[in-house]
């Protein structure tokens, strides 16, 4: 029988996190973080934008995105606590902090989605 | 012609000092004089109180394995001459307790190893009379790599995590679970996820992928254990879904 610990789910959202931030990260903010900004590129008309996030297909995708990035960091962060400052002895209030800013910052994220649609 | 270079080896006598101390000895060597020579002239020729644990001399046995300049090292592998002019600097395995000069304590490991069961199990053995378990290529393939572990533990030498929580299972260990978890002969790998799908097994492992680096005979423990991860994590999914094993 194996013994049930959510280590298993956290390492799957990690994981899923780590593939699809390295996919999609990168160009999104090379795109609205640099090229658009600093006029490298000229920036698409701020309602086709709009309409495009309102798009519940797209909405989703963005969603996924950010919710399954901050589970990676939110795991990345706790251990890099536990072995990088070596205080494991904290371990609970670590992943109250850390699964919890995601759990706040998934929260944001589906306002904000919610609010453009 | 021969070169001398300067071992400085640590020394521990348990009952003379408190605190690992470091001899040096000038020994010389050629350019097919590996580590494990110069500690061999040391024993025969210089100090026949030094203490060590070697066996094979040619990558087999896994019992030579030290901290060669800090990292860890197959000392019968390892070559004075990649050192030169030296000094090389030879201490005991990392992560383990000392128990004299460069021999470590590796009961912790041996522990560990048996809670695997790195064996063929079988729930039933068939008769010799039906002949022989039969494998094709492809099927041994499937094992192969981690069956070439030597159980030297440079891997649990190199991995910070053991380092740091000595409860974590370790490379070796889960690289050997998974020689037998995918050899198509055996039915033990539920006994296995058992161990191995607790914390302290492969949930332990942060991917650090020093063991991988430091393996003398190219096993990839981190390769092993990030693929166990998959397996226990869509297992234990499944049997969140299906408590009852469906």
Request: aromatic share 10%; glycine share 6%.
């Amino acid at each position: 029988m194996i013994r049930r610990h959510p280590e298993p789910l956290l390492w799957m959202l990690f994981s899923a996190g780590g593939v699809v931030s390295a996919m999609l990260m990168p160009v999104l903010v090379l795109l609205f973080g640099l090229a658009y900004p600093l006029g490298w590129l000229t920036p698409p008309a701020s309602d086709r934008v709009r309409a495009l996030v309102a798009n519940p297909l797209a909405a989703i995708v963005l969603f996924s995105l950010i919710v399954l990035s901050l589970f990676h960091w939110a795991h990345r962060f706790r251990h890099t606590l536990y072995d990088g400052l070596q205080i494991k002895h904290l371990s609970e209030v670590i992943a109250v902090v850390s699964y919890g800013a995601a759990i706040v910052g998934s929260a944001v994220a589906a306002y904000l989605l919610w609010q453009l649609s | 012609m021969s070169d001398h270079i300067t071992l400085q080896i640590a020394r521990y006598r348990p009952e003379q000092e408190s605190e690992p101390t470091f001899n040096e000895y000038e020994v010389p060597y050629t350019k097919e004089s590996a580590v494990l020579d110069g500690l061999n002239y040391v024993k025969d020729r210089l100090d026949g109180t030094l203490v060590y644990r070697w066996s094979c001399r040619m990558g087999i046995c896994g019992s030579c394995g030290m901290s060669v300049n800090g990292e860890p090292k197959l000392t019968c592998a390892t070559f004075l001459a990649d050192y030169a002019p030296g000094p090389v600097r030879v201490e005991p395995l990392r992560n383990f307790p000392i128990i004299r000069d460069l021999i470590v304590d590796i009961g912790d490991f041996m522990r560990k190893l048996v809670r695997v069961k790195p064996w063929i199990v079988r729930e039933v053995d068939k008769p010799l009379s039906e002949g022989e378990y039969r494998q094709t290529p492809e099927q041994l393939d499937e094992y192969k790599q981690f069956s070439m572990c030597i159980n030297c533990m440079l891997c649990y030498s190199a991995c910070p995590i053991y380092g740091l929580d000595p409860k974590f299972i370790g490379p070796a260990a889960i690289a050997l679970a998974q020689r037998y978890n995918l050899d198509n002969r055996d039915e033990g790998a539920g006994d296995r996820m058992e161990v191995l799908s607790e914390y302290d097994g492969i949930w332990g492992c942060t991917f650090v992928g020093e063991c991988t680096k430091v393996c003398p005979k190219h096993v990839d423990p981190a390769g092993a254990i990030q693929r166990y991860k998959l397996t226990a994590a869509l297992e234990s999914m499944k049997s969140f879904f299906a408590p009852r094993g469906a």
